[in-house]
């Protein structure tokens, strides 16, 4: 079985390949900016494709990779952009063009295309990684969250469309792993208002998308994988 992992250049995409790599998968990754490390999925035979998720025609680059292979049984939507809101409106317009494009655009063009290859295995599914903040927009950052509360929405709207044939779900994820950036302050304010009060790791996010992929009776699902700080921001 094959699965496309976006957004593979690092962190979760790029962990989330080599578990799949363990777990005996073969597995296409897709990425903007090459990065040394990606020698790394590529000694483990990961196919890796890069593409701006920004430019349709790249992620159509996506596809035709994909088109090479008959095994396709998993898409995981994992590519995100982030940067806080800007202060000029017009560039927030242009931070809500590109998150639009990332969170929505992307994953809905490589949904249509790839939906007859999932629906060909007999446990075919997509997996969408939203953001438990979709329930609790901050002002701040309203066009990320808006677009990845999009995400959510358009993954609602493919477990109709797509079933029983294929299964589309979404994890919610929250203080998994703080961005190099975030201050010793920062963290403990966060981990304060989280009630498991730790950062969770990325191998709490692998153990959700096992679990979606094994019980072929969930679609239509979110799963928060937040340490319960959703209890604390919605």
């Known amino acids: ?23 005996g998968w073969q597995v296409t990754g897709s990425y903007r900016s090459e990065r040394p490390e990606l020698d790394r999925l590529r000694d483990v035979g990961v196919e890796l494709v890069q593409a701006d998720f920004t430019r349709e025609e790249e992620v159509g680059a996506v596809v035709t990779a994909l088109a090479a292979h008959e095994d396709l049984a998993l898409i995981i ?23 639009y494009r990332v969170h929505m655009a992307a994953p809905f063009q490589l949904n249509r295309a790839l939906a007859p290859a999932l629906a060909r295995q007999p446990n075919g599914g997509i997996i969408h990684i939203t953001d438990i903040y979709i329930h609790a927009p ?10 990845k509360a999009g995400a959510h929405s358009l993954a609602m709207s493919f477990a109709r469309e797509l ?12 203080p998994i792993l703080f961005l190099d950036e975030h201050g010793y302050d920062w963290r ?32 239509g699902a979110s799963i928060r994988v937040d340490g319960g700080r959703a209890l604390a921001v919605i």
């Open 1 to 23: 079985m094959r699965a496309l992992v976006t957004g593979c250049g690092r962190r979760l995409g790029f962990y989330l390949c080599e578990q799949l790599v363990a777990a």
């Open 77 to 99: 939507h994992n590519a995100s952009a982030f940067e806080p809101q800007a202060a000029d409106p017009a560039v927030q317009l242009a931070q809500f063009e590109q998150f």
């Open 138 to 147: 901050a002002p701040q950052f309203a066009a990320y969250v808006a677009t």
């Open 163 to 174: 079933a029983p044939a294929v299964r589309v779900n979404t994890i919610e994820p929250g």
């Open 188 to 219: 403990q304010q966060v981990l304060a208002k989280t009630p498991l009060a730790r950062e969770g790791g990325l191998e709490p996010i692998w153990q959700a998308v096992q679990m979606l992929m094994k019980n072929d009776y969930m679609t």
